[in-house]
């Protein structure tokens, strides 16, 4: 038996009315537009063109709204649920540019809620985030996005945290300093620094292709702190991260600028320090600590 998930809207001018009370053997009920899709079964497209599916009902009482930071886990997919890209972001919520943008689906949403989207790789690489298109893709397919809405924070609320930890942190930056200029010496690197204070040890020159904007990269990754104290590694899950060279919200900078350098079959250690990482807010997770230097060995399996 197939069940209906339903919310009844409480208030209309934050709380969701496109959900519906799940009773066995009853239909959807249509409201603002909401339709059962032929295209995508078991998902729902609404009038401005987004398809979607709750999977998980959270127990949050209100939607964000433009301006709100949100803290989401995130999952690209083709619709054939191939996987290109997985992370956890935090990030202010911008007025949706346009009907069906990925800003009216964050909108949809609840603290606690799970949910899928099928939206045009067109309107959402091209339009949202002004990258090429993967080239996996073409520009009017679709592919899915998974969404988990873990926090939804007031603008007014980010900034008074922001300030008060701010204040709380002041003179870190200079011990950061203090502790990577300490770590440089004993481990006696040689390598200068980019102009972004970027170290880039290259270990294995890679004999194949350079990695360029738009290129789907594997790569086998180990991070680790400035004490030797590691933090992730792909090896040890036995599982290769893939991601689209060149789009936002998939690499810390400082990763970003080294794959960039780097070519298929290449290795390289990494130095980064925290202004092209975490920086002074640390990592949503709390897994990395504010003004937090770091060092990943990287290896580029495979460019395409």
């Known amino acids: 038996m197939n069940f209906i998930f339903f919310r009844m809207p409480a208030k209309i001018d934050r709380h969701r009315n496109w959900l519906l009370l799940l009773l066995p053997g009853l239909?959807?009920?249509?409201?603002?537009?909401?339709?059962?899709?032929?295209?995508?079964?078991?998902?729902?497209k609404t009038s401005s063109g987004v398809y979607y599916r709750l999977n998980i009902l959270g127990q949050g009482e209100l939607n964000p709204v433009p301006g709100d930071y949100i803290t989401v886990?995130?999952?690209?997919?083709?619709?054939?649920?191939?996987?290109?890209?997985?992370?956890?972001?935090?990030?202010?919520?911008?007025?949706?540019?346009f009907k069906g943008s990925v800003e009216e689906c964050f909108t949809m949403m609840r603290i606690g809620d799970e949910a899928e989207f099928i939206v045009n790789a067109h309107d959402f690489f091209d339009k949202t985030l002004d990258v090429k298109i993967p080239r996996f893709l073409e520009g009017s397919d679709r592919f899915k996005i998974s969404v988990k809405m873990l926090d939804i924070q007031t603008s007014q609320s980010f900034m008074i945290e922001k300030q008060a930890f701010l204040s709380w942190i002041e003179g870190f930056d200079e011990y950061e300093r203090f502790r990577l200029e300490n770590f440089i010496r004993q481990e006696k690197i040689e390598a200068e620094p980019d102009g972004y204070g970027l170290y880039f040890i290259n270990i294995k020159e890679g004999a194949g292709k350079k990695v360029e904007p738009g290129d789907t990269v594997d790569i086998h990754y180990e991070g680790r702190f400035l004490d030797g104290k590691f933090f992730d590694s792909t090896r040890k899950r036995?599982?290769?991260?893939?991601?689209?060279?060149?789009?936002?919200?998939?690499l810390i900078q400082g990763l970003e600028k080294a794959v960039?350098?780097?070519?298929?079959?290449?290795?390289?250690?990494?130095?980064?320090?925290s202004d092209l990482a975490f920086g002074s807010h640390g990592s949503s997770t709390g897994i990395i600590p504010p003004y937090t230097?770091?060092?990943y060995e990287v290896e580029i399996l495979s460019v395409r």
């Open 293 to 295: 230097s770091m060092v």
């Open 238 to 250: 036995d599982e290769v991260f893939q991601f689209v060279y060149g789009h936002e919200l998939q």
């Open 27 to 44: 239909l959807l009920v249509e409201i603002t537009g909401c339709r059962f899709s032929d295209e995508y079964p078991g998902f729902t």
């Open 260 to 273: 960039g350098l780097m070519r298929e079959g290449g290795k390289a250690l990494v130095i980064i320090p």
């Open 73 to 97: 886990d995130l999952r690209y997919s083709t619709t054939d649920d191939s996987v290109f890209f997985e992370a956890r972001r935090k990030f202010q919520l911008e007025q949706p540019s």
